[in-house]
Protein backbone atom coordinates (compact mmCIF):
# COMPACT_ATOMS: atom_id res chain seq x y z
CA UNK A 1 0.00 0.00 0.00
CA UNK A 2 1.75 3.20 -1.19
CA UNK A 3 2.01 6.20 1.20
CA UNK A 4 0.68 9.12 0.34
CA UNK A 5 2.31 12.86 0.53
CA UNK A 6 0.48 15.56 2.61
CA UNK A 7 1.01 19.13 2.00
CA UNK A 8 0.62 21.79 4.57
CA UNK A 9 1.38 25.52 4.89
CA UNK A 10 2.57 26.66 1.69
CA UNK A 11 1.40 28.19 -1.70
CA UNK A 12 3.07 25.09 -4.05
CA UNK A 13 1.23 22.66 -1.00
CA UNK A 14 -1.93 24.04 -1.79
CA UNK A 15 -1.72 23.21 -5.76
CA UNK A 16 -0.24 19.80 -4.99
CA UNK A 17 -3.50 19.10 -2.76
CA UNK A 18 -6.00 20.48 -6.05
CA UNK A 19 -6.83 23.82 -4.09
CA UNK A 20 -6.16 27.56 -5.24
CA UNK A 21 -6.09 28.45 -1.19
CA UNK A 22 -4.10 27.65 2.04
CA UNK A 23 -4.02 29.15 5.08
CA UNK A 24 -0.23 29.53 5.08
CA UNK A 25 2.41 30.76 2.55
CA UNK A 26 0.24 31.58 0.01
CA UNK A 27 0.75 34.42 -2.16
CA UNK A 28 -2.13 36.76 -2.90
CA UNK A 29 -1.95 40.05 -5.08
CA UNK A 30 -4.45 42.43 -4.21
CA UNK A 31 -6.95 43.71 -7.02
CA UNK A 32 -6.29 47.01 -7.63
CA UNK A 33 -2.52 47.46 -6.38
CA UNK A 34 0.09 49.98 -6.94
CA UNK A 35 2.30 48.22 -9.43
CA UNK A 36 5.56 47.55 -8.34
CA UNK A 37 8.16 49.13 -10.66
CA UNK A 38 8.96 46.85 -13.89
CA UNK A 39 5.48 45.32 -12.60
CA UNK A 40 1.78 44.84 -12.89
CA UNK A 41 -1.39 43.49 -10.60
CA UNK A 42 -0.19 39.99 -12.26
CA UNK A 43 2.71 39.72 -9.61
CA UNK A 44 2.97 42.95 -7.68
CA UNK A 45 5.31 42.78 -4.58
CA UNK A 46 3.70 46.08 -3.51
CA UNK A 47 0.69 44.85 -2.13
CA UNK A 48 1.08 40.91 -1.63
CA UNK A 49 -0.43 39.38 1.38
CA UNK A 50 0.15 36.37 2.89
CA UNK A 51 -3.41 36.33 4.57
CA UNK A 52 -5.30 33.74 2.23
CA UNK A 53 -5.30 32.46 -1.53
CA UNK A 54 -2.89 31.93 -4.40
CA UNK A 55 -2.26 34.48 -7.04
CA UNK A 56 -5.85 35.13 -8.49
CA UNK A 57 -3.90 35.13 -11.81
CA UNK A 58 -3.19 31.79 -11.47
CA UNK A 59 -6.68 30.54 -10.53
CA UNK A 60 -7.79 32.56 -13.89
CA UNK A 61 -5.66 30.27 -15.68
CA UNK A 62 -3.13 32.60 -16.52
CA UNK A 63 0.00 31.16 -15.61
CA UNK A 64 2.35 31.87 -18.59
CA UNK A 65 1.50 35.97 -17.86
CA UNK A 66 2.57 35.71 -14.01
CA UNK A 67 5.91 33.79 -15.05
CA UNK A 68 6.60 37.03 -17.31
CA UNK A 69 5.22 39.32 -15.28
CA UNK A 70 7.36 38.06 -11.90
CA UNK A 71 10.11 38.09 -14.02
CA UNK A 72 10.00 41.68 -14.95
CA UNK A 73 10.18 42.12 -11.39
CA UNK A 74 12.68 39.77 -11.07
CA UNK A 75 14.93 41.39 -13.83
CA UNK A 76 14.03 44.91 -13.91
CA UNK A 77 16.92 45.77 -11.64
CA UNK A 78 15.10 48.39 -9.54
CA UNK A 79 13.10 46.18 -7.38
CA UNK A 80 13.80 46.01 -3.84
CA UNK A 81 15.81 42.43 -2.20
CA UNK A 82 12.15 41.89 -0.44
CA UNK A 83 10.27 42.82 -3.63
CA UNK A 84 12.44 40.28 -5.87
CA UNK A 85 11.99 37.50 -2.71
CA UNK A 86 8.28 38.14 -3.22
CA UNK A 87 8.18 37.69 -7.10
CA UNK A 88 10.52 34.92 -6.72
CA UNK A 89 7.72 33.53 -4.58
CA UNK A 90 4.62 33.89 -7.08
CA UNK A 91 6.94 32.36 -9.74
CA UNK A 92 7.61 29.53 -7.69
CA UNK A 93 4.34 28.97 -7.28
CA UNK A 94 3.50 29.27 -10.87
CA UNK A 95 6.27 27.02 -12.09
CA UNK A 96 4.67 24.26 -9.67
CA UNK A 97 1.59 25.02 -11.64
CA UNK A 98 3.04 24.50 -14.85
CA UNK A 99 4.44 21.04 -13.80
CA UNK A 100 8.05 22.77 -13.67
CA UNK A 101 8.92 21.94 -10.11
CA UNK A 102 12.76 21.75 -10.84
CA UNK A 103 12.52 25.24 -12.00
CA UNK A 104 10.05 26.28 -8.36
CA UNK A 105 12.74 24.51 -6.23
CA UNK A 106 15.25 27.09 -7.83
CA UNK A 107 13.35 29.74 -7.01
CA UNK A 108 12.46 29.03 -3.93
CA UNK A 109 16.69 28.43 -3.48
CA UNK A 110 17.06 32.09 -4.53
CA UNK A 111 14.10 33.82 -2.61
CA UNK A 112 15.72 32.45 0.64
CA UNK A 113 18.65 34.29 -0.35
CA UNK A 114 16.18 37.37 -0.22
CA UNK A 115 15.54 40.19 2.26
CA UNK A 116 12.18 37.96 2.22
CA UNK A 117 13.69 34.58 3.03
CA UNK A 118 15.08 36.30 6.01
CA UNK A 119 12.39 37.71 7.74
CA UNK A 120 10.80 36.11 10.27
CA UNK A 121 8.75 32.80 9.82
CA UNK A 122 9.36 33.38 5.82
CA UNK A 123 12.14 31.06 5.42
CA UNK A 124 10.41 28.08 7.02
CA UNK A 125 7.31 28.60 4.47
CA UNK A 126 10.06 28.71 1.15
CA UNK A 127 11.48 25.91 3.19
CA UNK A 128 8.04 23.68 2.95
CA UNK A 129 7.68 24.78 -0.52
CA UNK A 130 11.07 23.90 -1.72
CA UNK A 131 11.04 20.36 0.08
CA UNK A 132 7.75 19.42 -2.11
CA UNK A 133 8.89 20.56 -5.07
CA UNK A 134 12.17 18.15 -4.38
CA UNK A 135 9.92 15.95 -3.44
CA UNK A 136 7.86 15.78 -7.02
CA UNK A 137 11.20 15.80 -8.40
CA UNK A 138 11.97 12.44 -6.56
CA UNK A 139 14.74 14.17 -5.12
CA UNK A 140 13.78 12.87 -1.57
CA UNK A 141 17.41 13.56 -0.04
CA UNK A 142 17.28 17.35 -0.15
CA UNK A 143 13.26 17.24 0.91
CA UNK A 144 14.28 15.32 3.59
CA UNK A 145 16.92 18.37 4.52
CA UNK A 146 14.45 20.75 4.31
CA UNK A 147 12.03 19.34 6.44
CA UNK A 148 14.61 18.96 8.68
CA UNK A 149 15.79 22.38 9.03
CA UNK A 150 12.35 22.90 9.33
CA UNK A 151 11.91 21.18 12.24
CA UNK A 152 11.19 21.62 15.37
CA UNK A 153 8.94 23.86 13.45
CA UNK A 154 8.22 27.52 15.49
CA UNK A 155 5.25 28.33 16.66
CA UNK A 156 4.83 32.06 15.35
CA UNK A 157 5.68 32.77 11.65
CA UNK A 158 5.35 36.49 12.21
CA UNK A 159 2.46 38.96 11.12
CA UNK A 160 0.44 36.98 13.30
CA UNK A 161 0.45 33.80 11.86
CA UNK A 162 1.13 30.32 13.45
CA UNK A 163 2.18 26.92 12.77
CA UNK A 164 -0.93 24.57 14.52
CA UNK A 165 -0.28 21.34 15.74
CA UNK A 166 -2.04 20.51 13.00
CA UNK A 167 0.47 22.12 10.65
CA UNK A 168 3.28 20.28 11.88
CA UNK A 169 2.40 16.88 12.51
CA UNK A 170 1.91 17.28 8.30
CA UNK A 171 5.36 18.44 8.29
CA UNK A 172 6.24 15.22 10.41
CA UNK A 173 4.17 13.08 8.02
CA UNK A 174 6.01 14.52 4.60
CA UNK A 175 9.36 13.96 5.82
CA UNK A 176 8.55 10.58 6.95
CA UNK A 177 6.93 9.13 3.89
CA UNK A 178 10.19 11.27 2.09
CA UNK A 179 12.36 8.40 4.83
CA UNK A 180 10.17 5.58 4.24
CA UNK A 181 10.68 6.34 -0.16
CA UNK A 182 14.80 6.17 0.19
CA UNK A 183 14.47 2.94 2.70
CA UNK A 184 15.16 4.63 5.56
CA UNK A 185 12.07 2.98 7.32
CA UNK A 186 12.65 3.28 11.18
CA UNK A 187 12.59 6.98 11.02
CA UNK A 188 9.81 7.23 8.87
CA UNK A 189 7.27 5.42 11.40
CA UNK A 190 9.00 7.41 14.21
CA UNK A 191 7.91 10.67 12.31
CA UNK A 192 4.73 9.36 11.48
CA UNK A 193 4.30 8.59 15.53
CA UNK A 194 5.71 12.26 16.32
CA UNK A 195 2.69 13.73 14.28
CA UNK A 196 0.57 11.04 16.30
CA UNK A 197 1.89 12.68 19.52
CA UNK A 198 1.22 16.21 18.69
CA UNK A 199 -2.36 15.33 19.12
CA UNK A 200 -3.37 12.45 21.11
CA UNK A 201 -6.74 10.70 20.52
CA UNK A 202 -7.49 13.14 17.36
CA UNK A 203 -9.28 10.87 14.33
CA UNK A 204 -6.93 12.07 11.79
CA UNK A 205 -4.59 10.35 13.43
CA UNK A 206 -6.12 7.52 11.53
CA UNK A 207 -4.17 8.72 8.79
CA UNK A 208 -0.59 8.22 10.11
CA UNK A 209 -1.10 4.80 11.81
CA UNK A 210 -2.09 4.12 7.78
CA UNK A 211 1.41 5.66 7.05
CA UNK A 212 3.07 3.26 9.59
CA UNK A 213 0.58 0.00 8.43
CA UNK A 214 1.95 1.05 5.08
CA UNK A 215 5.65 0.94 6.61
CA UNK A 216 4.74 -2.65 7.97
CA UNK A 217 3.53 -3.91 4.55
CA UNK A 218 6.56 -2.95 2.94
CA UNK A 219 8.54 -4.73 5.49
CA UNK A 220 6.37 -7.74 5.71
CA UNK A 221 5.26 -7.50 9.25
CA UNK A 222 2.40 -8.67 8.50
CA UNK A 223 0.87 -8.53 12.52
CA UNK A 224 2.39 -5.08 13.05
CA UNK A 225 -0.02 -3.94 10.02
CA UNK A 226 -3.06 -5.47 10.74
CA UNK A 227 -2.90 -3.60 14.14
CA UNK A 228 -2.09 -0.49 12.62
CA UNK A 229 -4.68 -0.70 10.23
CA UNK A 230 -7.09 -1.93 12.46
CA UNK A 231 -6.31 1.13 15.37
CA UNK A 232 -6.63 3.49 12.59
CA UNK A 233 -10.41 2.30 12.01
CA UNK A 234 -10.89 2.35 15.69
CA UNK A 235 -10.23 6.27 15.10
CA UNK A 236 -12.10 6.73 12.27
CA UNK A 237 -14.34 3.71 10.96
CA UNK A 238 -15.16 5.07 7.52
CA UNK A 239 -11.27 5.16 6.61
CA UNK A 240 -11.65 3.31 2.95
CA UNK A 241 -7.71 2.93 2.92
CA UNK A 242 -7.47 1.37 6.20
CA UNK A 243 -9.71 -1.30 5.64
CA UNK A 244 -8.52 -1.88 2.24
CA UNK A 245 -4.53 -2.20 3.88
CA UNK A 246 -5.72 -4.40 6.48
CA UNK A 247 -7.68 -6.69 4.06
CA UNK A 248 -4.23 -6.75 2.09
CA UNK A 249 -2.46 -7.79 4.66
CA UNK A 250 -4.73 -10.51 6.02
CA UNK A 251 -4.76 -11.56 2.77
CA UNK A 252 -0.52 -12.16 2.69
CA UNK A 253 -1.18 -13.51 6.62
CA UNK A 254 -3.50 -16.59 4.87
CA UNK A 255 -7.10 -15.50 6.21
CA UNK A 256 -8.84 -15.30 3.14
CA UNK A 257 -11.97 -14.75 4.91
CA UNK A 258 -10.75 -11.20 7.11
CA UNK A 259 -9.71 -10.07 3.95
CA UNK A 260 -12.59 -10.49 2.01
CA UNK A 261 -14.47 -8.98 4.47
CA UNK A 262 -12.51 -6.22 5.08
CA UNK A 263 -12.22 -5.88 1.20
CA UNK A 264 -15.95 -5.77 1.55
CA UNK A 265 -16.27 -2.89 3.80
CA UNK A 266 -13.58 -1.16 1.98
CA UNK A 267 -16.55 -1.84 -1.33
CA UNK A 268 -19.18 0.02 1.09
CA UNK A 269 -17.73 3.06 1.67
CA UNK A 270 -16.07 3.28 -1.92
CA UNK A 271 -18.53 0.97 -4.06
CA UNK A 272 -16.08 2.70 -7.44
CA UNK A 273 -12.57 1.44 -5.55
CA UNK A 274 -11.12 -0.69 -8.02
CA UNK A 275 -8.40 -2.02 -5.63
CA UNK A 276 -10.92 -3.11 -3.91
CA UNK A 277 -13.28 -4.97 -6.65
CA UNK A 278 -9.50 -6.55 -7.93
CA UNK A 279 -8.72 -7.70 -4.37
CA UNK A 280 -12.24 -9.46 -3.70
CA UNK A 281 -11.97 -11.14 -7.30
CA UNK A 282 -8.12 -12.55 -6.84
CA UNK A 283 -10.15 -13.73 -2.98
CA UNK A 284 -12.87 -15.17 -4.76
CA UNK A 285 -10.61 -17.32 -7.40
CA UNK A 286 -8.45 -18.33 -4.55
CA UNK A 287 -11.82 -19.60 -2.47
CA UNK A 288 -13.30 -21.44 -5.87
CA UNK A 289 -15.56 -19.02 -6.81
CA UNK A 290 -14.26 -18.16 -9.85
CA UNK A 291 -17.71 -16.92 -12.45
CA UNK A 292 -18.17 -14.79 -8.83
CA UNK A 293 -15.12 -12.94 -9.43
CA UNK A 294 -15.79 -12.45 -13.07
CA UNK A 295 -18.21 -9.74 -12.77
CA UNK A 296 -15.24 -7.58 -10.97
CA UNK A 297 -12.70 -7.74 -13.39
CA UNK A 298 -14.22 -4.78 -15.33
CA UNK A 299 -14.51 -2.91 -12.82
CA UNK A 300 -10.86 -3.80 -10.98
CA UNK A 301 -9.02 -2.54 -14.73
CA UNK A 302 -8.21 0.52 -13.28
CA UNK A 303 -6.20 -0.67 -10.01
Request: charged letters at 25%; aromatic letters at 4%; hydrophobic letters at 40%.
Amino acid sequence: MALAVCVVGSASAAMAAGRDSTRMGAWLVGEGARAAPGSDNRCDPDKTTIETGANPELARGRITEVVSACTGVIEGGQASSHDVGVALRVRALAYFRLGQPDHAADDDTAALKTDLGREEGEGVRILQDRALAYVTLGDYGHAITDYTAVLPAPTSLGKGEALTKADIARIHQNRGVAYEKVGQTDKAVADFKAAMDLNPGNPENAEFLIDIGAVHDKRHETADAIAAYSAALALKPGEVRAWLGRAYAERDKGDRVAAEADARQALQRDPNSAPAHKLLAELMIASGHAASAATRWPLSRSA
